[in-house]
């Protein structure tokens, strides 16, 4: 964290080249890094690479990917979410109660929840507050509220949400179009809307969008209550898939949530992020912590500390393509 | 007047001032009966938050983004090294406490390793060495039932007139690390660099260094906690350090330190962290459930940190 050094400006066509060769393969990474977790898997096990091996892989990357989104909207505006992860659980708990035995009550509490996450967004805003330290609490009340939802696990997942998620497309596995569909919407909606952009500059540079005449009040309310609606769809899905619920069911979801968005090109600062990056990081993430692991027959001990490596490998292969960027 | 109007002013004052409301509203409620024995085991437990509040402090103070994720797979491995190597002898306690120590100090070095190497965010750098910390643990410490030494489990319980010991040795180490954060170099040089870390590098401070030896000192105060609670607990445990994530940013906060780096405050640590334990004894006194329990204190951590305000964004 010294001074970085002074680009100097001009440089020969041939420096700008690498560089943009440079640029063009940082942009790659994170497809990279999925891509050599894919060959190793089939390396190791052929078969795996299938329909069938595919649906059974990928199934939790589901709820990974929606969590991943919604970490990504509070980091293109500089802040933290620390209580996804039990938020997450909270919503599990809700839809395999509520939303299954009295559905309008349900939806009730979700769409409350999500407006709980907006008004933390302005709390954030107005107060001036760290939002670690906030969302670090918040964790606690989420955490809270799941298991007077839901003392013990167990409830059920309505019926309806079974079906989407065991829905059986033909030729590509459901969860490869349900994460290309929710990389491109979301995608669509942030880069290439003009609102999105407006989002991403309240990261990226507040001042300037104040004095455009933008609200800083309204974006941040705006990319919480985002985080907050993805968070309610990754719990909804996560039950879809497990069935039942858990009051512990998302705990793990708040650091593989931050982890997927900087595997997949996110910048802490300067609402620098990549929706489709952020997916792909959440599926090399789901692959490479428990399929990859069992191919290689490593111990599931090590799930954990095999996110942390690819963290650390994508992240050094990272700096190195930088270098050249200079 | 004047000088209650310059305690008021004293981010740290508030901690103190919540804890003894605390404390307060729980004998009130239990009508007067157990508050001397609350004291006492507020203390106990409070000095194992302080202790790594006091490195996450030093951390935080180094500016925005600074932040220490790993300290809870720190202490749990630290806490698993330290009883395989004490093995329930009395005469290992201090060689078990070095080992702990080490661990914790070099955990501290490779998350500053990784962040001055891969030039990422402390965020990451610490949450992915927690990662691989938390599988070392799982792997290594798996059924441990190792015992603490006799000797060892007695002297993280050992009170005299009602007062833990370790509690005192925790003050005169807060005492220390208040005097290194105003009167050393050290201190000066963390503050300097918080406040804002181009002017401390022109000023010729030596930013890497005093960086460095702040994320070891972290991890060192991590893994001595861990070795502690091992003692205190009877026995290592994979999850004996998760409540210290929240915890230790918590105290740090509520305690008076700014989040955005280069205003610290040691008293403050040790208000927020009686806060905290006489908080859950207060919970737990009125018989909520669990559920409730997490909810209040959730709510209440949201609330003193609403009340207490924020001067500048962390991040």
Known sequence: ?????????????????????????????????????????????????????????????????????????????NELDLSIGTFVGF????????????????????????????????????????????????????????????????????DWLLAIMSLKPPFVPFPIIAALLIGLVVHFGLMRTSYGTILRGSGGNPAALRRAGWSLLWTKVALFSLTGLFGVLSGMALIGITTSADANIGNGYTLLSIAGVILGGGEFVGGRVSPIGAVIGALTLALAASPLLTFMHIPPDWQVAANGAILIIVLAARVLISRKER | ?????????????????????????????????????????????????????????????????????????????????????????????????????????????????????????????TLSASFIIQSVDISFGRGLQIKPPPGFADFTNWQIFGVPVLAMLTVLFTIGAAIALRRMIYGRSVLAIGQNIRAAWLAGVNVGRVRFLTYTLSGALGGIDGALLAGYFRGANVDIGNEYLLASIAVVVIGGTSVAGGKANVPGVWGAALFLVLLLTMLNTFGVSAGVRLLLTGLIIVGVITAAGGEKAVR
């Not at chain 2, 009966?33 to 194992?48: E, H």
């Not at chain 2, 914790?104 to 990784?114: H, R, S």
Request: with cysteine.
């Open chain 1, 1 to 77: 964290m010294t001074a970085a050094p002074i680009d100097t400006g001009f440089k020969g066509s041939a420096a700008r080249n690498a560089a943009a060769r440079a640029r063009l393969l940082r942009g790659l990474l994170p497809a990279l890094s999925l891509a050599l977790v894919l060959l190793a898997i089939a390396w190791l096990n052929p078969r795996a690479i299938s329909y069938f091996g595919f649906n059974l892989m990928l199934n939790l990357a589901i709820p990974i990917a929606l969590a991943t989104i919604a970490q990504m909207f509070v980091i293109a505006g």
């Open chain 1, 91 to 158: 919503v599990g708990c809700v839809t395999a109660t509520w939303l299954k035995e009295a559905p309008l009550i349900g939806v009730l509490i979700l769409l409350g929840s999500i407006g709980v996450y907006a008004l933390l967004g302005a709390l954030i805003h107005l107060r001036n507050l760290p939002s670690i330290v906030v969302t670090l609490g918040m964790s606690f009340v989420w955490q809270g509220l799941a298991i007077l939802v839901l003392p013990k696990p167990g409830g059920k997942a309505p």
């Open chain 2, 1 to 125: 007047m004047a000088s209650l109007k310059a305690l008021v002013t004293k981010p740290w004052i508030w901690s103190f001032v919540g804890a003894l409301l605390v404390w307060l509203v729980t004998i009130a409620f239990t009508g007067g009966y157990g508050a001397g024995g609350m004291v006492t085991a507020a203390l106990s437990l409070a000095v194992f938050t302080v202790i790594v509040g006091v490195g996450q402090m030093f951390v935080i103070t180094l500016g925005p983004g600074n932040v220490d994720l790993s300290l809870p797979a720190n202490i749990g491995l630290a806490s698993a090294v330290a009883m395989k190597v004490m093995g329930g002898s009395d005469s290992m306690i201090v060689v078990g406490l070095l080992a702990a120590l080490a661990c914790g100090a070099a955990i501290g070095a490779i998350n500053y390793l990784l962040i001055w190497a891969l030039r990422i965010p402390p965020i990451i750098a």
